[in-house]
C-alpha cells in the first residue's frame, strides 16, 4: 500500500534484513510487530462500547497524556477528524503534555460547564505532566458530578499488574483498558492507547487496524528486498553514512502536521543514543517554503528531505475563479483546482531541491484515510525499528529520558532525590 520512491536505489542485504527482523519479532517489546493482524476481538468490543457510552454522554473527551499516550492518536484525529465520515459529536481535548498554566487555564475554559470525560493514559500513573493534570481535572469531574458520577466518567489506560494508576483505577472501579507490558509508548497506536480516543472520536478503528495489517502482509507475504519500509530504512542508513544526519519529513497537507509531530517522537527516542541518530525535523509546504525555503535550498547540505505524500486528490475541491480585472495576474490559473495548484507545487520543489543538492526521498500513501493511516503508521514503526538496528541502538528504550527529571525532582523536592 506504501510506496516509497528515491533517486538512487539502495542495495539491500536480506541476510541481514532478516537478520534485524527476527531480533525485533522476538524483542521484549516487540508486541506491536503483529498487533493488527492478532488483535483481541473482546478487547476492541469493550473499547467500542467505552466510546459508544462516552459519545452519548459527554461533548468533550480529556485526553491525559505525554509522549506516545498521545501524540500517536492525536495525528489520526488531527489528519482524519475533519472528514465528513469522521465527524463525531464528542470532541477530543488534550491534557498533561505540558506544565504550563496558559495551557491548562484555555482546557478548563472550553470545556466550561460541558459535560465531559477523561481518559487518563500512563503506564505507571506517575509521570509529572499528566499525573497533575489527572489530580486537576478528577477533582474538577468530582465536583461537577460527585464521586461516584466521576467514577463513571474515567477510564484508565494502564499497566494490566501495577503501578499507581493500575491500584487507583482497580480500587475506584474506573473502566480500564490495558498498556500491554510489550509494547512501548511511541508504537502503541494500535493498542487501547490510541484505539479509544479514536473510537470516539469517530474513525473506523477497524479500517485502521485492516490498512495496518495490509501493510504487513503486504511486506512480509512478498520479497523482503522490495519491501517499502525496508528501501526507506536502507536508504537511511545510507545517507546517515554519508553524513546526512538531519532528516526533514516535508508535506503539502497541513492536516498531516501533527502526524510529523508523533513520526518525530518515534524517531528521535528510537535512534537518539550512544551520540547516535539522525535528527528528525518537519516542515508543512508550502507554508514553510515562505519561512524555511532559503535554508532548504542554499543551506548546509548535510540534510536531506523525505516527501510524505497523497496519491489521490482530496474529495473536496475548489477551482479557481476568473477575475475580469486580473490585477494579480492569475487568471492564468483560472478553472485549475487547488490540488492540481499544490501538486504541481510539491513537485516543483522536489526538483527545486534535487538541484540544490538536497537527497529528496518520496512516501506515498494512497489517500487521507482510516485505512491509509492505519499502513503508514505501521510502515514507520517497522522503518523506524530497522533502522535504528542497523545503526546499532535499541529501538525500544529511552534512557536519556530520565535526565531532565532527575533534575526537575531535586529542584521540587520529590522525596529521594
Given at each position: 500500500m506504501i510506496q516509497f520512491n528515491t533517486e538512487q536505489p539502495v542495495a539491500v542485504s536480506l541476510a541481514a534484513t532478516q537478520e534485524i527482523i527476527s531480533?525485533?519479532?522476538?524483542?521484549?517489546?516487540?508486541?506491536?510487530?503483529?498487533?493488527?493482524?492478532?488483535?483481541?476481538?473482546?478487547?476492541?468490543?469493550?473499547?467500542k462500547s467505552a466510546a459508544a457510552k462516552i459519545q452519548s454522554d459527554s461533548k468533550f473527551l480529556v485526553c491525559i497524556g505525554i509522549g506516545g499516550s498521545y501524540l500517536g492518536h492525536r495525528a489520526l484525529i488531527e489528519a482524519l477528524g475533519s472528514l465528513p465520515e469522521t465527524e463525531a459529536k464528542t470532541k477530543i481535548l488534550y491534557a498533561?503534555?505540558?506544565?504550563?498554566?496558559?495551557?491548562?487555564?484555555?482546557?478548563?475554559?472550553?470545556?466550561?460547564?460541558?459535560?465531559?470525560?477523561?481518559?487518563?493514559?500512563?503506564?505507571?500513573?506517575?509521570?509529572?505532566?499528566?499525573?497533575?493534570?489527572?489530580?486537576?481535572?478528577?477533582?474538577?469531574?468530582?465536583?461537577?458530578?460527585?464521586?461516584?458520577?466521576?467514577?463513571?466518567?474515567?477510564?484508565?489506560?494502564?499497566?494490566?499488574?501495577?503501578?499507581?494508576?493500575?491500584?487507583?483505577?482497580?480500587?475506584?472501579?474506573?473502566?480500564r483498558f490495558v498498556v500491554p507490558d510489550n509494547i512501548g509508548g511511541r508504537y502503541s497506536v494500535f493498542s487501547a492507547v490510541g484505539l479509544l480516543p479514536l473510537a470516539v472520536a469517530g474513525i473506523d478503528i477497524d479500517n485502521l487496524l485492516a490498512g495496518a495489517a495490509a501493510e504487513y502482509h503486504d511486506t512480509f507475504d512478498h520479497q523482503l528486498a522490495n519491501a517499502a519500509a525496508i528501501k526507506y530504512a536502507a536508504t537511511r542508513a545510507e545517507l546517515a553514512a554519508s553524513r546526512h544526519d538531519v532528516e526533514i519529513l516535508a508535506t503539502f497537507e497541513p492536516q498531516l502536521q501533527y502526524f510529523e509531530e508523533w513520526w518525530k517522537q518515534l524517531f528521535g527516542e528510537s535512534e537518539g543514543k550512544q551520540n547516535q541518530g539522525i535528527f528528525p525535523a518537519s516542515v508543512v509546504y508550502t507554508t514553510d517554503l515562505h519561512s524555511l525555503?532559503?535554508?532548504?535550498?542554499?543551506?548546509?547540505?548535510?540534510?536531506?528531505?523525505?516527501?510524505?505524500?497523497?496519491?489521490?486528490?482530496?474529495?473536496?475541491?475548489?477551482?479557481?475563479?476568473?477575475?475580469?480585472?486580473?490585477?494579480?495576474?492569475?487568471?492564468?490559473?483560472?478553472?485549475?483546482?487547488?490540488?492540481?495548484?499544490?501538486?504541481?507545487?510539491?513537485?516543483?520543489?522536489?526538483?527545486?531541491?534535487?538541484?540544490?543538492g538536497i537527497p529528496v526521498?518520496?512516501?506515498?500513501?494512497?489517500?487521507?484515510?482510516?485505512?491509509?493511516?492505519?499502513?503508514?503508521?505501521?510502515?514507520?514503526?517497522?522503518?523506524?525499528?530497522?533502522?535504528?538496528?542497523?545503526?546499532?541502538?535499541n529501538p525500544f528504550d529511552q534512557p536519556g529520558v530520565e535526565a531532565y527529571k532527575t533534575n526537575m525532582f531535586m529542584r521540587l523536592g520529590k522525596p529521594g532525590f
Open positions: 531480533q525485533i519479532r522476538a524483542d521484549a517489546m516487540g508486541g506491536w510487530f503483529e498487533l493488527p493482524e492478532t488483535y483481541n476481538k473482546e478487547e476492541l468490543a469493550s473499547i498533561g503534555n505540558s506544565l504550563s498554566p496558559l495551557a491548562f487555564d484555555k482546557l478548563l475554559k472550553t470545556l466550561g460547564d460541558a459535560d465531559f470525560s477523561i481518559n487518563v493514559i500512563s503506564k505507571s500513573g506517575t509521570t509529572t505532566e499528566p499525573a497533575v493534570a489527572f489530580r486537576f481535572l478528577k477533582e474538577k469531574l468530582i465536583q461537577k458530578y460527585g464521586s461516584d458520577g466521576a467514577r463513571a466518567r474515567i477510564y484508565a489506560t494502564t499497566d494490566a499488574n501495577r503501578g499507581a494508576l493500575h491500584d487507583e483505577a482497580l480500587q475506584e472501579k474506573y473502566t525555503g532559503q535554508y532548504l535550498q542554499e543551506g548546509r547540505r548535510n540534510i536531506f528531505e523525505t516527501m510524505l505524500e497523497l496519491e489521490q486528490a482530496p474529495a473536496t475541491d475548489f477551482a479557481v475563479p476568473s477575475d475580469s480585472q486580473n490585477l494579480d495576474g492569475l487568471n492564468y490559473l483560472a478553472g485549475k483546482n487547488l490540488s492540481f495548484i499544490n501538486q504541481n507545487a510539491l513537485d516543483a520543489t522536489i526538483v527545486a531541491h534535487r538541484s540544490g526521498l518520496e512516501i506515498k500513501a494512497p489517500d487521507l484515510s482510516a485505512r491509509s493511516l492505519g499502513a503508514l503508521v505501521y510502515f514507520f514503526e517497522l522503518s523506524c525499528a530497522i533502522s535504528a538496528k542497523l545503526q546499532g541502538v
